[in-house]
């Protein structure tokens, strides 16, 4: 394994002071002599061990040396700076899929037993045959870490739990990198008699809970977090494992037990969320949008669905609205428009699980 910094970031001297300036951040910084020495040399791949060697040679004691190194690689990886280039001392992979992503397809290949075993379970339900992958993923093992690298893009060094959340988080990229004329709403999808319900909230407002709580109560699952439309308005989500935070593995009976039976992750954000996959997915078709809703939680009182007008739910869904230009075209807009118009709204206030489910569930199945 060999690592190069990424062509997104250059080293420049500025009078007598060592500067790297990092063009996605649109940010100069300042860098130690020794910082800066990894730098220059990085320009071209270079092994851990290497790099290590080169240090020794300027003084540095090889523990030291070895130290400086894996802060630095750590650094610049979550700075997302660093290219990882796999070769022949990785040997070949121990395992590999290709993984389905609704707008777009990609390749995994494990270079590690224990990446297999950690990973395979949260996406391996993803994973199809037959189809070609423009995204090429490899992770290998880096000391008591591992590495994801990515053709065409900088990777990351991460820690066995955090591997999991890095590696949906580059998919996702890819995602949306890839929805072309589609709109990317950021909704949870269920699906039920072929009609999907759509749920909106701000982060934290328990979409992904309430998309759980309501798979267990009979409907299919489309995605927890993104949904595709398309010109007509019809609907596909993007089915990544549910994505469970700490809060609610207490509050879904129903599947507590296979809950508590997944490991703890760590997202990047230091946030702990289990993956509980495979759940009922929905049929890879679209499907039209019967049921919007906006989900608004509180601390006690009865569950309530209440009428939204329809420009309250148009705004909602506009500002979690994602397409590569990263706008609405006009011809986008009258699509979003026409699905709004044509679909049952409403806001839903709830405190009890059990009560939002029961009441979401009567007001999709209505006519």
Avoid at 46 to 69: E, H, I, K, P, T
Wanted: net charge neutral.
């Amino acid at each position: 394994m060999k690592f190069r910094v990424s062509d997104r970031a250059e080293f420049f001297l500025i009078g007598n002071r060592r500067t790297i300036f990092v063009e996605s951040l649109q940010r100069i910084f300042e860098l130690d002599d020794l910082t800066a020495y990894l730098t220059c040399n990085l320009a071209e791949a270079m092994s851990f061990q290497q790099l290590v060697s080169d240090l020794v040679a300027r003084g540095v004691n090889r523990s030291s040396a070895g130290a400086f190194v894996r802060k630095y690689l750590l650094s610049w990886s979550r700075q997302g700076l660093l290219d990882i280039v796999l070769d022949e001392s990785d040997g070949p992979p121990v395992g590999t899929h290709v993984l389905d992503l609704a707008a777009t397809a990609a390749s995994v290949a494990y270079y590690d037993q224990g990446a297999v075993d950690l990973l395979r379970p949260v996406f391996d339900h993803l994973a199809v045959k037959g189809i070609e992958a423009p995204f090429c993923y490899n992770v290998a093992r880096f000391g008591d870490r591992l590495c994801i690298s990515r053709n065409g893009s900088p990777g990351m060094i991460v820690t066995g739990t955090e591997a999991a959340p890095a590696l949906k988080s580059f998919l996702t990229e890819d995602v949306l990198a890839a929805v072309g004329t589609d709109i990317a709403l950021h909704a949870a999808l269920l699906v039920k008699k072929s009609r999907g319900l759509l749920i909106c909230g701000a982060p934290g407002a328990g979409k992904t809970t309430l998309a759980m709580a309501l798979v267990d109560a009979g409907f299919d699952c489309g995605g927890d977090d993104i949904a595709l439309m398309d010109g007509r308005g019809l609907v596909r989500g993007v089915p990544f494992a549910l994505a469970l935070k700490s809060g609610s593995w207490s509050l879904l009976e129903g599947s507590r037990d296979a809950i508590m039976s997944c490991p703890v992750h760590r997202r990047l954000d230091n946030k702990s969320v289990r993956y509980v996959a495979p759940v009922r997915q929905a049929p890879r078709e679209r499907v039209p949008l019967h049921t919007i809703v906006l989900i608004r939680r509180r601390k006690e009182g009865p569950a309530v669905v209440s009428a939204v007008e329809p420009v309250q739910a148009l705004s909602e869904l506009v500002a979690g609205a994602f397409t590569p230009a990263r706008r609405l075209d006009m011809t986008q807009f009258q699509s979003l428009l026409n699905v709004v118009s044509g679909a049952r709204l409403a806001e839903l206030t709830f405190s009890r699980l059990d009560e939002a489910v029961a009441i979401l569930d009567r007001y999709h199945e209505a006519e």
